[in-house]
């Protein structure tokens, strides 16, 4: 019987188009992706190019002071990009991939942001993870909504009945088979993007391919529940969209209103303004408590002196920058504990919503989450202040421009390591769909008995 | 066609359909959404203009207690600009979250206008957001199409449709009638958010202030108005012209999935092929290469100001710029803004032509897709859409220079120019001028450039209403009866 199932299962037109749809769709998301990693690497190339050719120019025209020359200079920064990101974009078309810093106040450049058409981060991204998380769900609710019902309302179920001892396992290979074929499409396109977009062999992927195969899995598993439930063919469809709209639009949404709602973060504004009045009101007052303040931060740097008299000296001057940065610490910081309060907020009530529990998983193995672009700031912290600790001794002793070797500094790069959390990522998954299925049986055993299946 | 046969044909629908409990959960359902969506997008505004407000304040405040100062190091001092949101952006979230809300206004620089809502939080964002506009344009369709694929298809299966049609009623009147109930049902949750949406305008002092809201607000109603006739009359042309209502529900939720979810995103991805825009480093690496050819104030030998000095000298018969009657470096600073701002201005107007003709190829598919129309129009009308950002932006520029020249004159004229640097006692000017400096004051677009920017979805709704008016003129006889 199961050999019948299979031909018809590859005649029927419309299952073979829905499986078309979702490998004509996850190639196109693919190509996308690889347009997306391919942008981001010229942006570095380019920066990297940008960068050498404007610290030889800057050298040219400030030969004299070191310091005022690196009132100029920027040196970057790239929060390099997991491959995979070309799967799940994330928040990298939000966030800056590169961050290029001078030397001076850090909270006014920290968080500059890319170029980029709004209409586009409205419309969101056709990315792999789009496609899995949204229209893989639509094909399979379209492949089993009418497992049972339609041979019922096609009139072929009592001959089912009559013909088989067991219906229930004929039910079940038919799901199965839809099951196997829309998992063969998953791993096609898989490993299509592996090759596609060099994807290394790594945990991260494995990761990545698992949560996808049990987000395909539950979603079989809410179709298996909802056909157990034995209504007609609409009712099923009804009940199985109206799912599909509160997993992918309403949760989600309404998750992020909360955790906006709940944390407000007006420290963005005050950042800004903190970070100003820290720097520039200090021209207007005396140097010595400016100069006192940045010996306290620096306690290595106190036999360097504001000479006595003078209207400026750049040790004076970088003092006052630090203050920009010093002033507005408190309120950074809470901006920084805000934005991680509102990351794990969403992360533990997503791990109820397979469909948001997913995407946070996939943007975290991706490195294209809101923890990944957190962890780069404060790389980018580090990295500034190693900057300002090499450079200072040499602007407050005057060295030469030309004892610097400028052209070795090229860009500089942090890859954040992916920690694959599997039980916080796959558990939730696994235990949501043996829920499925559970009530599944239960119910399928309730009406098991074939008296019911005819009945009904 | 006859108004009484229409109506008790409406009427038909509307108690067919709420005699079900499910109807009537589902309209309550939604109620709730809409109310939830509504008071709590009101919420957010409210706050964020308190928020708003409270630091624009503080920005002037700050701005007028700054000492006696060098004109210029109050240029550099500079302002901070925020965003103010439209009193209606909490019908219709639209862009907003993916929008700078603040920007840092100096001489010589344009910052970026930093902060989103997006850059603050995760990647839940990327779903879309519930506000009314996303309720109302994206989830209502689906439940008319639930509501409206067996409104004939069913009539047929049962055999009453030939009935129906045997007694007199035309098909015109038949397809109308049952279209307008369809589109009563859809009133039965529109019209109530929409009430609610006026009282929380209305209850908004900041409202009041612009009195071009209730102008826009009504656009919104018609635009939504026409959105909700349309679709009940594709609906119950659909279900007219498929062979089984199964048919009709399927080819319904299709229509609905490609209209709203994929051609979007595919329309997107054609226009960023098509129109490809420069990064953050290329637009940056294009404004000062091409600055550094214009002139660079900074160096002494540079020809363009060179130029300048000479001309200046000779006028004044002097042998020095030290001896002008006016501050010479003040005056280089105006002409070095004046060409920075030129060239960035003119590659910003670049830039934002492409994002235009990105967004084009978006705009255009309004005419075969309702959804893409109204999305715009609500967005447009809520004033969260791109021409709103782009108006903001382009006042903080003008903000900008206006203040970095104003400061620049009150330099020429006021320093003396004999001074060696700005730390001099005698380079400071009083700050009773600080307070004189307008503060930024935020002008939203007036109504007519709205709809000015929005015409192509304004026509293709209007396309729609003449299209499918046409439609039941003239083709709706032609069904086959069963």
Known sequence: ??????????????????????????????HIGKLFLDKNQEIIEKTAHYQQESIARNVKFHPKEIGLLLYYVRFGLVNEMSPLAGLSMGQRDVHPSLQSVTIRNLEEQKYETDLMNPMYQLLGNLDFSFVLICFFPLIIIAFCFNLISEEKEGGTWSLVLSQSSRPLSMIKAKILIRYASVLSVLVLLLVVASVYLHLPLDAALLAFALTSILYVSFWFALAWLVVSFQKNSSQNALILLLSW?????????????????LYPVPEAFSVVLESRDGYHNKWDEPKEPTVAKFHQHYPQFSQYQHPEGKDYSWLWYYAMQQMG?????????????????????????????????????????????????????????????????????????????????????????????VEVQWLKMLLPLLIITGLCLGWASLKFNKNGNEENFKLS | MRINTLKLLSKQVWSSKTKNASTKWLIGVFNAMLFFALTAGYQNLRLQQETVEHYRHEVRERWESRPDKHPHRMAHYGYVAFRQRFPLSFFDFGMDSYLGNAVFLEAHRQNTVNFSEASLSNGLLRFGEISAGMILQLLLPLLLFFWGFDLVAREREHGTLRIILTQGVSWQELLLGKSLGLFYLALSIVVPSLILGFILLVINPLSLQESQVFLRFLGLIIGYFIYFFVLSVMAVWVSAKAKSSKSALTQLI??????????????????????????????DTTVEHELIQQGDSHNPNDPHFKAM??????????????????NYSGYVMREGEKLSAETYQKHQAAL?????????????????????????????????????????????????????????ELQIKLISNKVKSSADKKAVISQKYWSQLPDFRYHFLTCTAVLKHEIFSVISLVLWVVGLSFLIRYFFNQLNDF
């Open chain 1, 325 to 417: 940065d010093d002033e507005a610490a408190p309120d950074a910081l809470a901006l920084k504990e805000k934005l991680q309060k509102r990351n794990r907020l969403s992360s533990i009530v997503g791990l109820f919503f397979p469909t948001v529990h997913v995407q946070l998983s996939l943007n975290a193995l991706s490195l294209s989450d809101m923890d990944n672009y957190l962890h780069f700031l404060e790389k980018l912290e580090d990295f500034h202040e190693q900057k300002r600790l090499y450079f200072y001794p040499k602007i407050f002793t005057e060295v030469p421009v030309v004892s610097e070797k400028w052209a070795a500094f090229g860009l500089e790069y942090y890859r954040e390591k």
């Open chain 2, 309 to 326: 000095k000479d001309s200046l000298l000779a006028v004044y018969g002097v042998d020095s710029t030290h001896k002008l009657p006016f």
């Open chain 1, 1 to 30: 019987m199961n050999t019948l199932l299979l031909k018809n299962f590859f005649r029927s037109k419309g299952l073979m188009i829905g499986l078309l749809f979702l490998l004509g769709a996850g190639l196109v998301s693919l």
């Open chain 1, 245 to 261: 709209v509160l997993l992918t639009l309403v949760a989600p949404a309404t998750i992020n209103a909360l955790t906006l709602h």
């Open chain 2, 352 to 408: 934002v032509e492409i994002y235009q003709k990105q967004q084009d190829v978006v705009r255009f598919t309004a005419i075969f897709n309702p959804y893409m129309a109204i999305k715009n129009l609500s967005m447009a009308l809520a004033g969260t859409d791109y021409a709103a950002y782009d108006d903001f932006q382009r006042q903080t520029e003008n903000f900008r220079y206006s203040l970095a020249q104003t400061l620049n």
């Open chain 2, 254 to 283: 299709g229509c609905w999935l490609f209209f709203t979810l994929m051609l979007p995103k595919l329309s997107q991805v054609v226009g960023q092929t098509l129109f490809p825009a420069p990064s953050k480093i290329e637009f």
